[in-house]
């Protein structure tokens, strides 16, 4: 019932063919290993103890939900909900233990009930419902999405202390994270190599229809395949959200990608049949090797999706080219004494070469050590918005003035993501970090690792909870919430109907800037909202968002939006209505949004100004890593800019 096992063919034996084939047949191992040699000659920082830990920390949730994943494409399955699943399970934990009241140990069941009940909701559309998975499992990718947003309101969850220390680490050097992951990988191995069930996988894999006629249940077998699959997403979740102290409703999007690339890497076909524990582990690894060294090497985190989707690629090239030289796959479990022994000869040459490398590199680095220039590290949450764009071209310009090495981040507005490039940062060796974090509560918890580590934190544009920051460089959004309320109610004569487009949902920027605008408009009850929606800071979602509600409300006065960006989709939803019969107001004053304040098509916006945030940032983490005197707050203005006085105004 295994799958095929492609045999070695002869020929070859000498030295150099059984280095060949001890190299085809482990190529996710040979990778690893050549990657670590590379990162660790590059940089010096890469091959600390800390930082290793920190690579495995990083790898954890991926592994979790990659070893879920496993099980379903060791048996020609797909599932692209995990990431989502791990999210919905993380905020069911964090409501219930919370908003609900409920015990802590009945909340993590709960919440590891629901990953389960949804894999078992993609299995029974699978099995019985005839669905491709990929269908089944992308309209889970939604509605698992879309439950984690009603359930928390859009924003993040505080996560109970009890559990938050699944993120901390015992004995003050071994990361939980990674302790769970190993369990997992060893549940992972001894279910495909040890259980009827694995076997099962291989058998659906290799030939579903042949498993069928000797006798398996096939359609029940995917009901618990899936369902293993949610498991190991609410574990993936629950871990994630440990780490950051609060459960994110848009955590772990694009997760389902690098899991499914983790399995690939590690080995497995997504034809099926193919798979195991360990190669898993080891894609995982390579992943996040892949992530830290780059970070460490300053390279672009555009450049860094880049360089990964060409690993993904050669992954399945090489895969090609290992079949067609005939190097051995067995399935897990089936393979004998002789070949354990021989997979546990490959591992402990692995870990001698890693080892001697370890060695030359340390010696290599140590020798060639000097003094550095000052090296500062900004991750900033997004560089998709021209807001965040200036931010960092205020960073930079300064830096360069100033002789700084600045190294910046992306964090994708993914605050997991985030919470690994400031681990990066503080196994780097700098000399202080500037933050804009995704969430305040999320970035707590790794820059209450810098400061353990003695490295100044400076927040920019917004603060930092539960830890502690040199100084916070930010305008006041709460303010120039009000001042956009008030700057629109004065423009419509205090009078008329409005719609408010919101930013991403579970952002401190939307939240305070949509407190600010409520509570502006108190003062002018003859202004009345008639819809709000999110089209998350995004000008396309904000076109989208904007010519649907004008279905619903075609004779509206006024809009709001919570930044220039889908201000300017709204204008172009609009069309000759914008700055006529339609006044807008938007936030960031970017450089795109005044020039439309200036055509007349936006009446307002609220402008910040990035590139001096950037700028000021800069100056106060250098005054901060050279102990100087830095204020706790430094507040930059807004000011509201209309084609009065525009032309005047430099962000």
């Known amino acids: 019932m295994a799958t095929d096992t492609l045999k070695s063919k002869p020929g070859a034996q000498g030295a150099t063919g059984g280095l060949r084939r001890l190299l085809l047949d482990n190529g996710a191992l040979t990778a690893l290993i050549v990657l670590v040699i590379a990162m660790s000659a590059l940089s010096g920082d890469f091959l600390t103890a800390d930082n290793l830990l920190n690579v495995g920390v990083q790898a954890a949730v991926t592994a979790i939900l990659a070893f879920g994943v496993t099980f379903v494409i060791v048996s020609a399955g797909i599932d692209l909900s995990v990431g989502s699943v791990a999210a919905l399970s993380a905020t069911v934990l964090a409501w219930s233990a919370t908003e609900a009241g409920m015990p ?6 709960l919440s590891v009930l629901t990953g389960i009940a949804c ?8 099995s019985y419902g005839k669905l491709p998975p990929f269908i089944a499992t992308l309209a889970m990718l939604s509605v698992g999405r879309g439950l984690s947003l009603v359930i928390s309101q859009g924003s993040p969850i505080a996560f109970p202390d009890s559990v938050s220390h699944l993120g901390d680490t015992l004995g003050g050097w071994l990361p939980v994270p990674v302790l769970v992951m190993v369990v997992m990988g060893l549940i992972t191995a001894f279910v495909l190599g040890r259980t009827y069930i694995g076997r099962s996988m291989y058998a659906i894999g290799g030939n579903e229809e042949a498993a069928r006629l000797s006798g398996l249940r096939v359609k029940r077998q995917k009901l618990a395949i ?7 997403a609410a574990a993936a979740g629950i871990v994630l959200a ?18 499914i690339a983790a399995v690939v890497i590690g080995g497995a076909s997504l034809a099926g049949g193919t798979g195991k524990a360990s190669g898993t582990l080891i894609g995982a690894l390579i992943l ?27 992954a399945v090239l090489f895969d090609t080219l290992r079949r067609k030289a005939g190097a051995v796959t067995p399935a897990a479990g089936a393979s004998g004494g002789g070949n354990r022994g021989k997979q546990a000869l490959t591992y402990v040459i692995a870990a001698v070469v890693a080892v001697a490398v370890v060695g030359a590199t340390s010696l290599l680095h140590n020798g060639s050590s000097g003094g550095k220039d000052q090296k500062i590290g900004l991750s900033l949450s997004t560089l998709n918005n021209p807001f965040f764009v200036q931010i960092r071209n205020g960073a930079e310009a300064e830096a360069k003035k100033l002789g700084v090495d600045l190294t910046v981040t992306d964090a994708q507005n993914d605050a997991s993501q985030q919470a690994n490039q400031l681990q990066n940062f503080v196994s780097g060796s700098l000399s202080a970090v500037i933050v804009n974090p995704v969430d305040s509560d999320a970035a707590g918890p790794s820059v209450r690792s810098a400061n353990k580590d003695d490295i100044p934190v400076i927040a920019v544009d917004r603060g930092v909870n539960k830890a502690d920051t040199s100084a916070l460089v930010a305008s006041d959004n709460v303010e120039g919430g009000e001042l956009g309320a008030k700057a629109l109610a004065e423009k419509l004569g205090g009078k008329g ?12 920027a939307s939240r305070e800037r ?16 008639v819809a709000k929606q999110p089209a998350d800071f995004d000008r396309t979602k904000g076109l989208d968002v904007m010519t649907n509600l004008l279905q619903a409300h075609p004779d509206v006065d006024g809009v709001f939006a919570e930044n220039d960006e889908m201000a300017l989709g709204a204008i172009k939803a609009l069309g000759s209505k914008a700055g006529k019969s339609v006044q807008i107001v938007g936030f960031d004053g970017t450089p795109d949004g005044l020039k439309a304040v200036q055509d007349g098509t936006l009446y307002a916006s609220v402008a910040q100004q990035p590139k001096e945030l950037g700028r000021i940032a800069v100056q106060n983490a250098l005054r901060a890593a050279e102990d100087k005197k830095v204020e706790q707050t430094v507040k930059v203005p807004v000011k509201v800019v209309t084609k009065e006085n525009v032309a005047g105004f430099e962000g």
């Not at 899936?226 to 190991?232: D, H, K, V």
């Not at 672009?300 to 880049?306: D, E």
């Open 119 to 126: 894999g078992l909701v993609n299995g029974f559309l699978i």
């Open 514 to 529: 949509g407190a600010g605008f409520a509570a502006g408009l108190k003062e002018y009850p003859g202004i009345k909202v």
């Open 242 to 259: 440990s780490r950051l102290s609060s459960a994110q409703p848009q955590a772990a999007q694009g997760y389902e990608l690098d899991a």
């Open 104 to 109: 802590v140990v009945l909340a993590v069941l």
């Open 497 to 508: 109907t409005i719609v408010i487009l919101q930013g991403q949902a579970g952002t401190s």
């Open 288 to 314: 996040a090797v892949l992530r830290n060294g780059l970070n460490l090497l300053s390279v672009s985190a555009f450049w860094q999706q880049v360089v990964i989707g060409v690993v993904i690629a050669l």
């Open 226 to 232: 899936y369902a293993f699959s949610g498991l190991f």
